[in-house]
């Protein structure tokens, strides 16, 4: 997995590729996800944990009933790599959009 740091410039790069409600929030890849209701949002939360495990890089998160906060950052590069953009994808994939 890449663990290089990206500029400010590849981030924002990375950023609008992505889209989808993501943006930069204190360093970390943030985005709230709404749901239903508890079970779908937890439902949800064990998809991206099964993803996440699969890419060995694991989010930051928290669960209230129905919304699910993500933060994305790799710890050991001190900032965003290629590795949160590419788990973020695949959380938006899991989402349906």
Known sequence: ???AKLS???IAAELKKLGGGWS???GNLHR???FKDFTQAFGFMTRV???AE?????????NSWNKVTVDLCTHSAGGLTKND???ARKIQQIHGG
């Open 32 to 34: 709230v996800f709404e």
């Open 8 to 10: 400010e410039q590849e």
């Open 1 to 3: 997995m890449a663990t």
């Open 85 to 87: 953009f590419d788990l």
């Open 24 to 26: 930069v929030v204190n």
């Open 54 to 62: 699969k890419m060995d890089h694991h989010p930051d998160w928290s």
């Open 49 to 51: 944990a099964l993803a």
